[in-house]
């Protein structure tokens, strides 16, 4: 039966045949569909970067046009491609009727050197096995494909029982049937979820599926020698420096840590936990205390004890931070040897910045469990923050940019971000006393003048370090991941 062939909810009706969608008349429109599955292709290409993009079912070629910087080939049929031919003679455009066939005629070199995205084009087919076919078999070759679909239950309702109201779709799919489809299709996604429909009202009612199998091949256990080591600078964050130490011990990562001169206790906590992690050191940084704060001075420190552990994964952090792998289920050190098994050697991370919305929050609190809300980094240093890396045999270059972007020879980033959870403030007491005694009263004068440490500058004596509920986003693992994969994996869509 087809509900089964297709992977479709039993009783759900199809439509017989389609209405040819001529997208003409929305190529100067304001309303751009799925604007966010082309903006991460492209994101996705910079990061292996190849220089094409193949857009199977390009319609009037919009999207696909406004990228920069990459050859672009179009595949359609009938007058969506004619208007192609005329509107973008730069463009390669082939001819091929999905429905019909499942050749597209591009040769294998420019495949390897692609990026390919099938932006809602599935439900348009009667039969779409040609088109599962066509793209299983460009997936073994291009780096990454990019599909997506709407999301039926979101868009309907989930007692839509079909056929879908557009007379241009044949059947339309849940995100549970769609990945089980792409899975059995032989196109297992390496990440699915949620994407916007379009760039008006932003719902996210749009599946978006990236399949990268020179990632998902990589999907394997770390050996047991694998341990990156974090490096971690701490100053007095007693209520959460404990966890963050702990998870990242039962992740068998090590830890070197960079004691800043703690007063508030904190040194004997971190010791307690240290005791049963023999591979693990406390260092305190400098060899003495000093009036200022000297974030260059622990960066290049950083930077110099990294250089003493090449061929080790190394992550460069602090003691109120928590990193995650871009996927559900898979812990940091996995993730860390997936990269390094796909043949990266450096990880750029999503900041999220995790708000107190009341006062509960006390010493051993578990942050991860008690500050739940958060909001999206937004400041230009949150969209660059490649902060783990394979140590080579040069040291990295951390200073320069302040810490978020380590610089080395050779870097190849991993195409896809990791998850960066901050936990920055956790009641008012603590956030105002960490912003205006323990931070800007210890900021470096010299570095300020150099533009750092601005982060808190907003804040003064009479602020509220309280936020409205209503502005946040709770963090759900797996259902924060598929809602905001887009912006997770990619950055794009947090600032629009």
Not at 318 to 347: C, H, M, T, Y
Request: glycine share 6%; aromatic share 10%; with cysteine.
């Amino acid at each position: 039966m087809e509900h089964q062939k297709f992977f479709l909810k039993g009783g759900y009706v199809s439509r017989e045949e389609p209405l040819y969608f001529d997208d003409r008349p929305l190529a100067d429109g304001d309303v751009v569909h799925q604007p966010d599955a082309y903006l991460i292709a492209h994101f996705i290409a910079s990061r292996y970067d190849v220089d094409t993009i193949i857009d199977i079912g390009s319609g009037n070629g919009r999207k696909l046009m406004a990228l920069e910087g990459v050859n672009k080939i179009g595949v359609d049929f009938g007058c969506n491609l004619e208007y192609c031919r005329q509107k973008y003679p730069t463009g390669t455009w082939i001819e091929a009727d999905l429905e019909r066939g499942s050749e597209i005629g591009i040769d294998d070199s420019v495949v390897a050197r692609s990026i390919v995205i099938c932006a809602d084009v599935i439900e348009h087919l009667v039969n779409p096995e040609n088109l599962l076919n066509l793209l299983r078999r460009l997936a073994a070759q291009a780096r990454a494909i990019v599909l997506t679909t709407p999301e039926r239950d979101l868009v309907r309702g989930i007692q839509d029982m079909g056929p879908p109201a557009n007379p241009s779709h044949i059947r339309e799919w849940s995100l549970t049937e769609f990945d089980a489809l792409l899975r059995h299709s032989g196109l297992p996604p390496t990440f699915i979820g949620l994407t916007v429909n379009n760039n008006k009202n932003l719902e996210k009612k749009t599946i978006l599926a990236i399949v990268d199998n020179g990632v998902s091949l990589c999907l394997s256990e770390p050996p047991q020698d694998f341990h990156p080591l974090a490096i971690i600078a701490t100053y007095n964050d007693r209520d959460v420096a404990p966890h963050v130490l702990r998870k990242l011990l039962d992740d068998e990562i090590d830890l070197h840590i960079l004691d800043n001169w703690l007063d508030d206790g904190s040194y004997d906590d971190i010791l307690s936990v240290l005791s049963l992690a023999p591979s693990s050191f406390l260092e305190r940084f400098p060899s003495h205390p000093e009036r200022y704060y000297e974030w260059k001075k622990i960066l290049d420190r950083k930077a110099q004890i990294a250089a003493q552990h090449v061929g080790r994964w190394i992550i460069h952090q602090d003691s109120d931070e928590v990193r995650l792998s871009p996927w559900f289920g898979i812990s940091l050190r996995k993730g860390l040897w997936i990269a390094d098994q796909a043949g990266f050697n450096a990880v750029d991370f999503t900041v999220l910045d995790f708000r107190p919305v009341n006062d509960t929050f006390t010493v051993g609190d578990d942050p991860e469990v008690k500050l739940r809300r958060f909001e999206f980094g937004r400041r230009p240093g949150h969209f660059k923050q490649v902060k783990a890396w394979k140590q080579g045999p040069e040291p990295v270059s951390l200073s320069p940019s302040g810490g978020h972007d380590a610089q080395f020879s050779g870097r190849r980033v991993f195409p896809y971000k990791f998850i960066l959870k901050h936990y920055p403030f956790r009641n008012s007491e603590q956030a105002r006393r960490k912003v205006l005694k323990e931070r800007k009263e210890r900021f470096s004068p010299r570095e300020r003048e150099m533009g750092w440490h601005i982060q808190y500058d907003q804040y003064s004596d009479d602020s509220c370090f309280l936020w409205n509920e209503g502005q946040l986003v709770t963090f759900d693992d797996r259902d924060t991941r598929n809602h905001y994969m887009t912006e997770l994996i990619s950055g794009i869509g947090i600032v629009r």
